[in-house]
């Protein structure tokens, strides 16, 4: 497959019909690889097998310094990326296909007209599911991400502009999407689309569950995830995207198995994508709290009206200050009943459930008879936006008043791109 990929690129820079940024691009995958390679060769020279039963070990086993391991990782990821672009060059080079995933091409395990296979991951509104698809070598199986769209026109354009995409950091590969043999399971039972993703074969989790499952990490290790999903969203909005469902349950952690640094962020939950410039249907975004929560209060369904506002880049800001909050407090806000127990009802972390009914009503507040009721107490756009500052302004101002400002800035809409965010994140000290 490496000699099939490079002799692609060969072919690619002698045809004038590829872009030359996108040739740029495929120069500095090539260079990478090669020096993650040659990395990775010095440091098998180092290694010393002296010994019969190392020979073993290393041979059969895979015992080895960590250091080698690490730099045969980095060229694993490295030929990744290369293969990812090959195949884009592929659709480059033999003009537009079609980003429907015909059922003999792609296949779910175990799947019916009866059954949907996969399920969720844990404490994540991430569906993953067990398959497999045709590729240039043959017969691929892995672990896919499916999301749910509804119009054909808005899956298919999400499917375009993904599979334009030539990096895959901060968003999976997209092999394309398709149309289950069977509709919702739930009311109002609706055909569905789905968008299918490949899940890396690593270590995953959600953002949510990280947030209850580990402890507290060091500042430097809140800087970069921070930075990481400030640079996903980033990006989506740089291909003309908007998100509109920004929270920790919807952000999905691959772990490399080296160190926190080599940690990588996926920005998930596409169901409500779409481009910057579309119309909107201006129905206001999930009803559910735990998605609420996170909402710009212009985006929430009030009492009797729908949301007046169309929805824009700036919406995508407050949701991600609220989580960037979230991620540098490293407190979840949606908390389990049950922590050894996914299934357990969920309610609003104490820190805003405190702080809510400490302002009280006449100061922007709660009244204290909403005590323990999660439904009362996040039912309020505007107090749960004006609690979210509050807790910005003091509670974040003791881990660094940097941070502090900006997602302040977010919160209240006094940020104009996350390039903003971006920069400060980059100017604090861990």
């Known amino acids: 497959m490496l000699w099939y990929h490079l002799d692609a690129l060969r072919q690619a820079s002698r045809n004038q019909a590829i872009p030359i940024g996108f040739k740029q691009r495929l120069d500095s995958s090539l260079k990478e690889c090669g020096e993650a390679l040659k990395q990775a060769i010095e440091e098998l020279n180092k290694v010393q097998i002296d010994s019969y039963t190392r020979k073993i070990q290393y041979s059969w086993f895979g015992f080895g310094p960590a250091r080698l391991k690490s730099k045969f990782s980095i060229l694993q990821t490295k030929l990744i990326t290369l293969e990812q672009m090959c195949s884009q060059l592929h659709r480059l080079q033999t003009g537009p296909v079609s980003s429907f995933l015909r059922p003999e091409y792609f296949k779910l395990v175990h799947e019916t007209t009866d059954n949907q296979p996969g399920g969720y991951l844990p404490m994540s509104d991430i569906w993953i599911a067990d398959g497999n698809y045709n590729a240039p070598a043959g017969r691929v199986s892995g672990t896919f991400v499916l999301e749910k769209k509804f119009r054909e026109n808005d899956v298919r354009f999400l499917c375009n502009t993904l599979m334009e995409e030539t990096s895959n950091d901060g968003i999976l590969q997209c092999l394309g999407y398709r149309q289950p043999p ?46 990481k999903l400030a640079n996903v969203i980033s990006r989506i909005h740089d291909i003309g995207l908007v998100h509109k469902s920004i929270r920790p349950r919807a952000i999905l952690l691959i772990d490399e198995g080296l160190s926190n640094a080599t940690e990588r ?42 949301p007046e506002v169309a929805y824009e880049p700036k919406h995508d800001l407050y949701s991600l200050g609220v989580t960037l909050l979230e991620i540098f407090l490293w407190i979840p806000f949606i908390e389990l009943s049950d922590l050894n127990d996914f299934e357990s009802p969920l309610k609003i972390c104490m820190l805003f459930e405190t702080r809510a009914l400490e302002l009280g009503e006449g100061n922007g507040g709660l009244p204290a008879h909403y005590k323990g009721n999660t439904a009362k107490l996040t039912g309020r756009p505007e107090v ?43 100017e604090v000290k861990a």
């Not at 009311?187 to 959600?206: A, E, G, N």
């Not at 509050?390 to 302040?408: T, Y």
């Open 182 to 227: 069977y509709n919702e399971f739930e009311p109002p039972y609706r055909p569905f689309f789905q968008i299918v993703m490949v899940l890396p074969d690593k270590f995953r989790s959600s953002l949510a569950y990280q947030l209850h499952h580990k402890p507290k990490p060091a500042l430097k290790y809140r800087l970069g995830i921070a930075r």
């Open 265 to 306: 962020i996926y920005i998930q939950d596409w169901t409500y994508v779409r481009s910057t410039t579309g119309a909107t249907s201006q129905l206001g975004g999930d009803d559910s709290w735990t998605r609420s929560v996170y909402q710009h209060p212009e985006r929430q369904c009030q009492p009797g009206r729908y």
């Open 384 to 426: 749960t936006k004006h609690v979210w500052a509050n807790i910005a302004a003091n509670e974040l101002a003791k881990v660094d008043n940097k941070l502090s400002k900006i997602v302040l800035g977010c919160i209240e809409g006094n940020v104009a791109s996350v390039q903003e965010v971006i920069q400060i994140i980059d």
